[in-house]
Every structure is written in C-alpha cells, then in structure tokens.
C-alpha cells in the first residue's frame, strides 16, 4: 500500500479559509471512514484535530472541518490564525494504516 | 491526564538492533478499549506506522517492516516495546509511541514527545 498523497504546502491570510487534500484509493480512503488528521508544530508530536472523516475531538476549534469525496478526503480550516500554522498529516485505517506526506500551512 | 513517554538509545550501529520501550502513566496500558502503536518520522519526512499492539499481546504491522519490528507489551511495568533488527541509515527517525482507539472508530488520541533515533557507524 502507497501513503496518501497530500500537496505539500499550502497558504493563506489570517481570517481565510484553507483546505488539505489527501487522496487515497477505493481500497483505503474512499471505503473506510477512518480517515483522521493531526496537527504538528516543530518539535513537537502530533495532535489529533479530526477522526472519522468528520469528527471534532472536545477541544479542538469548530473552525477545523473534515470532508470526503470520493477517494480524497479534506482538511478546511477557516478563520485562519497565526498558531495554525503548522504541518498536517492525514491518516487512513484500511486493515492497515497509511499516513499522507504532510502538508505544511503557512500563514501569510 | 495520560502521558506516554519514549526511551532508548538515540544511536544506533548499521546492522544492529534498535530497542525502545514507552512507559505510559496517568493510566492503565491493560484497558481493553485502547491498542498502543509505534510510529515514526525521518527527518523532514512523513510519518510512518510501525505497527500497535493490544495488552493481551495481540499485534499488528506495517507490511513493509513485519519482517524487522517486533512489539512486546508489559503491563505489570505499564509499558510497551519497539525492537527493530538489522538497521541502516534509512531507519534514522524520529519514533512516537501512541494510543489507538481502534473500537468501531479509529484515531491516535495521545502521543508521546517522541525520540530521536540516529543509526550511524
């Protein structure tokens, strides 16, 4: 299984609204709800902002959203502020789990 | 609050076996709602799944390293183990412990700060 693919930056202005795509295939992405995404400033460990496509854990802002269509699932943030800046990863259980490359927002 | 903490050492020799453990506090690793995986991260790279393990031993891996990597688990202890054999440069990484919630939903919800593993002679 490949890891999923995701650009590999993105941009925006504070107060706009940006979205990651991760792309998979029919067999991971596309079947499975069990895509996830997590935010990663340097240094630091991963943190989960989305599970099951759509799902908020408590705590994290409703300004994050997640989406899917077809074999490509999607991270919106809206209202963007300077500590989102960050690199995001994607990850999809199918039996076994893939990450995407990451992507790093940048916040002009 | 759950904490989950890496240790080992931070170098290792080409050929040789790199041996990490993770100790997990503020919480039992013996809870039948939760897996414990390993994942890690080559510089300025993505993450990676080694592989998760459930308290009762039950294990699973990444296809690309099930023939390198083992996962032990020790509850009386309230840890869990990575070993990797024969390693080389491109196993140069940073490696994260995690929780799995693995029941009906699926997602790491707690890390550990993660270690820096260098394979270098």
């Known amino acids: 299984q490949s890891a999923l693919t995701q650009p590999r930056s993105v941009s925006g202005s504070p107060g706009q609204s940006v979205t990651i795509s991760c792309t998979g295939t029919?067999?991971?992405?596309?079947?499975?709800?069990?895509v996830s995404w997590y935010q990663q400033h340097p240094g630091k460990a991963p943190k989960l902002m989305i599970y099951?496509?759509?799902k908020r854990p408590s705590g994290v802002p409703d300004r994050f959203s997640g989406s899917r269509s077809g074999n490509t699932a999607s991270l919106t943030i809206s209202g963007l502020q300077a500590e989102d800046e960050a690199d995001y990863s994607c990850?999809?259980?199918?039996?076994?789990?893939?990450f995407g490359g990451g992507t790093k927002l940048t916040v002009l | 609050q759950l904490q989950l903490q890496e240790s080992g050492p931070g170098l290792v020799k080409p050929s040789e076996t790199l041996s990490l453990t993770c100790t997990v506090s503020?919480?039992?690793?013996?809870?039948?709602?939760?897996?414990w995986g390993w994942i890690r991260q080559p510089p300025g790279k993505g993450l990676e799944w080694i592989g998760s393990?459930?308290?009762?031993?039950?294990?699973y891996y990444n296809p690309s390293l099930k023939s390198r990597a083992t996962l032990s688990v020790d509850t009386s202890k309230n840890q869990f183990s990575l070993i990797l054999i024969s390693v080389t440069a491109a196993d140069t990484a940073v490696y994260f412990c995690?929780?799995?919630?693995?029941?009906?939903?699926?997602?790491?919800?707690?890390w550990g700060q993660g270690t820096l593993v260098t394979v270098t002679s």
């Open positions: 995690a929780r799995l919630y693995r029941y009906g939903e699926y997602y790491f919800d707690y």
């Open positions: 503020g919480g039992s690793i013996s809870s039948s709602s939760y897996y």
């Open positions: 393990i459930f308290y009762s031993g039950t294990t």
């Open positions: 029919s067999s991971d992405v596309g079947t499975y709800n069990h």
């Open positions: 099951d496509v759509t």
């Open positions: 990850c999809s259980y199918a039996g076994s789990v893939l």
